[in-house]
């Protein structure tokens, strides 16, 4: 039995107390990390499924029915697929650690407390979807609700990144009423795109492994991706044209514009990789770049958003701290 006051009792404590009470660089650094690694997963995924690997592991958790691991026989989408896998070990990591840099803020910093655990209880959450959309053999419905979770994830860890780094949101609006009108426009816009590129995906020809697999045929929407392409393209180019007036506005209104063109920047590539892919039978490459820019397209909205109300500085606290 381990004594108050003995050494062991004495190290658990110097370890507790040297976890922060206020952000500071190890925060910010985690806060990014999350970010990374959340829309590293969208990239990883979407190279799963366009690589036809999305069955390389076939069931789930395990990937074969007597393997925890991939085989040599099951090739490269074995390798591909269970190193999707692997990285949901990283963010688990990654997600602990930013949960415990920022334990101690609970009271002080409660929306950097609650962003972490929201991203840590979410990781299950994905993973248990990622696992009904191998053993539905690819169901394209749940393999875009697994889009959508991880794109809800790169929202928070997005939100995580911009309070770590300008501490919590205060009271006084940055920009006029109408200015906030544009900005929640965008958001259905974002949304709007994403769901609708989702279902065209899901239409496409990559369906994330060969037609047809032991647990029978892949399933599709049945949808006509042409057409979706065209009806995906009209709240894309509407997203365009508000960030533009998000921009025009913030420079007249002298307020800072610099997420709002982080936001169009990201908009313009996404963009011209979307009618570049739609142009030459949808390679590999360009759909991969598309899916990661739908991470990023979400951030930076993100961003925006928060960028409307003051923030208080990193080292801002809801309450003062204990002497």
Known sequence: MTRVGSPVDQDTRTRWWSLPRVVDPRVVVLAWASFVVEVVLIGTGGLVRLTASGLGCPTWPRCTAD???????????????????????????????????????????????????????????????????????????????????????????????????????????LVPNWYVGVVRGTIAATVVTVL???????????????????????????????????????????????????VVGAVRLRLSSRWALVLLIVEFVQIAVGLT??????????????????GLLVGAVTAVTLSTRASGGPQAVREPLPR
């Open 196 to 246: 609708i590129g989702i279902l065209t995906t899901g239409s496409g020809p990559h369906a994330g492994a060969d037609a047809a697999v032991d647990g029978g045929r892949l399933h599709r929407t049945g949808l006509d991706p042409a057409i979706l392409q065209h009806v995906h393209a009209v709240p894309a180019y509407v997203l365009f044209a508000l960030t533009l007036v998000l």
């Open 67 to 173: 393997s925890l691991v991939s085989t040599p026989e099951m090739g490269v989408h074995g390798i591909i697929e269970f190193g999707n896998r692997l990285l949901t070990f990283v963010l688990v990591i990654v997600a602990i650690a930013m949960f415990l840099l920022v334990v101690r803020m609970r009271r002080t910093r409660p929306e950097l407390f609650w962003l972490a655990f929201a991203q840590g209880a979410a990781i299950p959450v994905q993973a248990v979807i990622g696992g009904l959309s191998v053993l539905t053999n690819l169901n394209p419905y749940v393999v875009g609700l697994h889009f959508v979770v991880s794109t809800a994830l790169v929202a928070i860890t997005a939100t995580l990144v911009y309070r770590a780094v300008n501490g919590p949101r205060t009271a006084p609006r």
């Open 277 to 294: 892919q739609a142009r030459t039978a949808l390679p590999v490459g360009l759909v991969g770049t598309h899916m990661v820019l739908a």
